[in-house]
């Protein structure tokens, strides 16, 4: 009898839950109520910056304008053309000390001609690892990420016209230089990956250059600097302000502030001449900042009621 009792309470328990499903059911998604107890629900599609950068047409073309740009400049800069006297070449790395609101750059003597760029979503893009991290509704995951530099040769894309603008600056004689905050412990999986995607031979050490090769761990300045000791940079590409100077990662830099650093006047003309920028609305420090960050207060506006 209380057996059968303690059935009853549990058929009514489940008939009611089973309304109160239905009853819920057109306010309430599975997504909404996963967050209400707190888990983070399953992505259904990727993020919007994954679906603009790794799928949209104008990704594409956001990066082959880039890489054309950069061609076209680099090759224009190696032209014999006696109207125009370029000796001594400078380099476009940021001498030691100096930084964007006051740069200097050094003359390159007859060191060889090289172009730096960074590599994740500049050279490649990290798409094995993206889709994998978006789909376990993470941003980013320090140790799947470790695996990814180890093991994902084969899974990571050239980024649309890096391939023909690597070939047409090293026909031209300009070494290809990497600097990139992959760890110096995984350099052979970032050599793997990098010749996977079609970008040519790296050495680390040579052309290859990784965090943990000094100790200013994810400040490029100092490989920075030990680049231009061997090489006439005439070119550097990244999707990060830090790939150009770490002073554009300063510590509790505002929004605003980092945007005027980056168009101040000293080094505003380096952009599309010398620096060049890859689109990144995936990840990285350009994704922040409040409405009052991003938006000013004289453009603010509301519909009439
Ligand atoms: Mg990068």
Redo the contacts with the bound molecule.
């Keep these: 009898m209380r057996h059968f009792a303690i059935s009853l309470v549990a058929l009514a328990l489940a008939g009611c839950a089973a309304q109160a499903e239905r009853a819920a059911a057109p306010t309430t998604s599975k997504e909404t109520l996963a967050t209400q107890i707190g888990e983070k629900p399953a992505p259904t599609s990727p993020p919007p910056g994954q679906q603009w950068l790794y799928g949209s047409a104008e990704g594409t073309i956001a990066s082959v304008q880039v890489y054309r740009a950069m061609t076209d400049y680099i090759l224009d800069q190696l032209r014999v053309d006696p109207a125009v006297t370029r000796l001594p070449y400078r380099q476009v790395i940021l001498a030691m000390q100096s930084t964007p609101a006051a740069p200097r750059f050094d003359d390159c003597g007859n060191k060889p001609f090289a172009a730096v760029f960074?590599?994740?979503?500049?050279l490649i893009w990290n798409v094995g690892s993206m889709r994998y991290m978006a789909e376990q509704g993470k941003d980013f995951d320090p140790a799947i990420w470790d695996q990814w530099e180890r093991s994902g040769a084969g899974k990571a894309l050239a980024m649309p016209g890096a391939v023909e603008a690597l070939k047409d600056m090293r026909d031209a004689g300009v070494t290809i230089v990497v600097n990139?905050?992959r760890t110096a412990a995984n350099a052979k999986g970032t050599e793997d990956t990098l010749r996977a995607a079609g970008l040519g031979e790296f050495k680390h050490g040579e052309t290859l250059y990784l965090m943990g090769d000094d100790d200013t761990g994810s400040s490029k300045d100092a490989r920075r600097a030990a680049i231009a000791a061997r090489y006439c940079v005439i070119a550097m590409a990244?999707?990060?302000l830090g790939?150009f100077s770490n002073a554009f990662n300063a510590k509790g830099i505002s929004v605003a502030d980092r945007r005027k650093l980056a168009a101040n006047p000293a080094v505003s003309s380096l952009w599309g001449s010398g620096w060049f920028l890859?689109s990144?609305p995936v990840y990285?420090p350009s994704i922040r900042g409040s409405f009052d960050d991003i938006f000013t207060p004289e453009t603010k506006w509301e519909p009439a009621r």
């Design positions: 960074d590599a994740d979503e500049t990139t905050n990244g999707d990060q790939d890859l990144n990285g």
